[in-house]
């Protein structure tokens, strides 16, 4: 008679594992189907938007940090991080749901930074240290927000 109770408690105990397993599927397939997504700043942003911003400092910063001895290597990087960087502005440049985000701002920063250098300086100038450091900066910055 003694074991009665336990029994009883460790069943309570059990459904309500049960329930608590039920809400954790149920999240993960509302998360899996929501739009947005929370950054590590705590806001909620598109999907799509981080996703593409994520792509744009991680193709970028592995460009930048390319050495430009192996020509074939350095292209191939400066490619994917010049394609990444066009597909994020023709998605989201001047688009309403992002405009105001830190995380946009500071990678727009980064990417003029990048094209007022090109422009003066030529398309195949190596880019200055400085330009570099401050792009690199910009990233990190962005990274954060994202």
Known sequence: MTLSPLMAWAQEISS?????DGKGIISAMESLFDPNEKTKSGKV???AY????REVVKTLRESLNESSDDNAKFRRTADMAKESIREYLGTWRGQQS???EESYVV???A????ANFYSRAGPSTPLSE????EILHYLN???QFL
């Open 111 to 114: 990417i003029r930074s990048l």
């Open 50 to 53: 981080l996703k593409s911003a």
């Open 141 to 143: 910055t962005a990274e």
């Open 107 to 109: 990678l727009e920063k």
């Open 45 to 47: 942003l598109p999907k």
């Open 16 to 20: 309500v594992k049960e329930e608590d």
């Open 98 to 100: 992002v405009v105001q």
């Open 130 to 133: 400085e330009v570099k450091s």
